[in-house]
């Protein structure tokens, strides 16, 4: 849709039909809501000022990007939003050139808009690099990785800081009360305040000439001095819903041809009553009542978040040790309801995955117990840290891993595919897996146990009921759930048993199946008495083949020189996983029961 060149009102009559647009269709079919709501009216100014055709179009996590990818000849198709098969929920440039590179991952815009910067530079062109970053994202460390350079490098970038005051949940950390008072207006109050009282505590009487020039010198002090400090410029605070106001203000930036953060107050959710503000469940939202913002789809099975909150809830109550933290995801992760309980041992630390790792080794080191509750996508933010500040001293921090496996409808940037992968090869690292809900309390209260780093798994959404009886976990031991009467053995690990269990009962013959549990230290000495009797396994785990669950057994029976054993793996093959609705994303896997039992032989 061409803007270039509509007035104010055209531009503002875009901005509705925009806002009609996404309510519609994310009512419908769910979606990233409030976000992209709140940054309308800035992305039409980007849209206004820059050509996306050349400049970079940059935007962080890019969960807001739905008015953008409206306005590239997206119209029609936002139909398909993050359903299989259709658009992507975020930034995707083999979606549209518009587009301008993978997101998903919050924080990555301006490390991306520098690296932009640098080869335009060198290709000597005319392009100017244009991000926008949410107040929640500039909380991450790679933000100031990046500031850094620019602000050293001087390039031209301009940077459109969209500042709801709203991370998923409210916003965590000096950096967002930073901005809040700049929004507020505060800064300047509060910074001469603090001038005037240290004047008066600290010089002689008659000072007060000296104390009119300083006060007359403060008023260079912009709110954006921590920007300024780091030489890059600031303008702001603007109204983000101001289509004039914004334009200009972009106009200005980039014709400074340096760096620029334009600070943009935005209201997120704007534009549906029902969501604006500050309201975490209007983030990520299923389909809904536009009328009354009624959620329609709400799934009466008790998710494995609810069953792994509760019990750290009560692990946290029986020992006054458990601490532990979540970076920004409070309420995805459960643990919400642990800080409301225990203000001073729950953290929320912001998006800040490295930090949350390390800060809870020192924990650790100083005699605590520390569960990090984390996506096991946004563990991966987080990884040398695991090596360097946990296993390395082996320091007793418990990982649990929500979303583990696929996650459906975020796709390629936030399926949980390679925890097992990348946490295996760690020295000193536990590596175990609860099968259903009951186990998934069992393993809080056995990671309680453990001296060393460990890691537990679990999936987005529920487990499946299994009709076998909970037992405790011990350390490397498998779990024979049934024996069989063929040469095959089913092994499972983690939500793979359930599956396994499926294949089973799909399958003619009476096939045993393991539940595995530990995949480090792994049970040896069942692998080695099973290998007597069944001489073809499966392996079943919602995780990444590539040194996954399958290489671990593999590893095992060479180990233990046991060579007569066919292992065909039913976990993930070598490529990225495309969003979409679970079911319809393993069916395009082959990875339903209904499929997995053509393939294992008769
Ligand atoms: C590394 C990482 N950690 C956590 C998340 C989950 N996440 C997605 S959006 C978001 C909040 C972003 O807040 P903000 O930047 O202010 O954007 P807003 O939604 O307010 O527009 C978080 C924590 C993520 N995408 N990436
Ligand atoms: C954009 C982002 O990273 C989060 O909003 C994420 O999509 C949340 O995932 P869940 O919906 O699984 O909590
Ligand atoms: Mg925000």
Redesign the pocket.
């Known amino acids: 849709m061409e803007i270039k060149g509509k007035s104010v009102e055209e531009l503002e009559e875009v901005a509705s039909k925009i806002r009609e647009r996404i309510i519609d269709v994310v009512s419908r079919k769910g979606g990233h809501f409030s976000?992209t709501l709140?940054?309308v009216e800035l992305t039409l100014g980007m849209h206004y000022v820059f050509d996306v055709n050349s400049d970079p179009f940059i935007f962080?996590?890019s969960?807001?990007c739905y008015a953008h990818k409206l306005l590239t000849n997206r119209w029609e198709e936002f139909e398909t939003i993050r359903q299989f098969g259709g658009l992507c929920g975020f930034t995707k440039p083999n979606e549209s050139n518009a587009d301008y590179f993978v997101a998903?991952?919050?924080?990555t815009s301006i490390s991306l808009a520098v690296g932009a910067a640098k080869s335009i530079k060198l290709k000597n062109q005319d392009r100017v690099p244009v991000v926008m970053?949410?107040?929640?994202?500039m909380s991450?460390g790679m933000v100031y990785e990046a500031l850094n350079e620019l602000g050293d490098l001087k390039l031209p970038v301009v940077i459109i800081l969209?500042d709801?005051e709203?991370?998923?949940a409210k916003?965590i950390g000096a950096i967002s009360k930073y901005l809040s008072k700049i929004l507020a207006g505060k800064f300047y109050q509060s910074f001469k305040a603090r001038v005037d009282k240290f004047i008066r505590n600290n010089m002689p009487e008659g000072t007060t000439y000296l104390a009119k020039r300083l006060e007359s010198s403060i008023k260079l002090i912009t709110p954006g001095i921590l920007f300024e400090e780091m030489g890059i410029d600031y303008i702001g605070p603007i109204d983000g819903h101001d289509i004039e106001e914004i334009i200009d203000t972009l106009n200005i930036a980039k014709s400074m041809q340096k760096p620029v953060i334009v600070h943009a107050k935005t209201v997120?959710g704007k534009g549906y009553k029902i969501a604006e503000g500050q309201h975490e469940h209007w983030?990520g939202v299923g389909p809904f009542n536009v009328e009354d913002g009624e959620f329609i789809k709400k799934s009466t099975q008790k998710s494995a978040t609810s069953v792994y909150s509760y019990s750290l809830l009560n692990l946290a109550k029986k020992y006054e040790n458990v601490v532990g933290v979540t970076?920004?995801?409070p309420s995805g992760t459960g643990v919400d309801k642990l800080i409301e309980a225990y203000p001073n041992r729950f953290w929320d630390v912001a998006?800040a995955?490295q930090h949350a790792v390390t800060s809870m080794a020192a924990m650790a080191k100083e005699g605590f117990k520390p569960f990090i509750t984390i996506y096991s996508t946004?563990l991966q933010?987080g990884f040398d840290q695991i090596i360097h500040d946990v296993s390395i001293m082996n320091l007793p921090v418990v990982f649990a891993m929500d979303r583990a496996g696929i996650v459906g409808n975020d796709g390629e940037t936030h399926q949980g595919a390679f925890d097992i992968n990348f946490l295996r090869f760690i020295p000193n690292m536990i590596l175990f897996a609860p099968r259903d809900n009951e186990t998934l309390e069992n393993s809080l209260e056995f990671a309680y146990t453990l001296s060393s780093p460990c890691a537990i798994r679990y999936p987005r959404g529920s487990f499946k009921e299994l009709d076998f009886k909970a037992t405790n976990f011990e350390l490397g031991k498998a779990e024979l759930l049934k024996d069989g009467n063929s040469n095959k053995l089913f092994i499972g690990y983690g939500n793979g048993v359930s599956k396994a269990i499926d294949v089973e009962k799909l399958h003619e013959e009476d096939i045993a199946i393991l539940d595995l549990r530990f995949i480090k230290p792994i049970d040896k000495n069942i692998l080695k008495t099973l290998s007597d009797k069944y001489d073809s396994w499966y392996v079943f785990s919602d995780s990444q083949k590539q040194g996954g669950v399958a290489s671990a057994i593999m590893e095992a029976l060479s180990e233990l020189e046991i060579t007569n054993i066919n292992i065909k793996s039913f976990e993930y093959e070598d490529s990225f996983i495309e969003h979409g609705d679970t079911t319809k994303v393993e069916e395009s896997l082959g990875l339903l029961a209904k499929q997995l039992v053509l393939l294992v032989d008769k």
């Open positions: 976000s709140g940054a962080d996590v969960h807001q998903g991952h919050s924080s970053i949410g107040d929640g994202s991450a969209n709801n709203m991370s998923i916003p997120k983030h970076a920004a995801m998006i995955e946004f933010r």
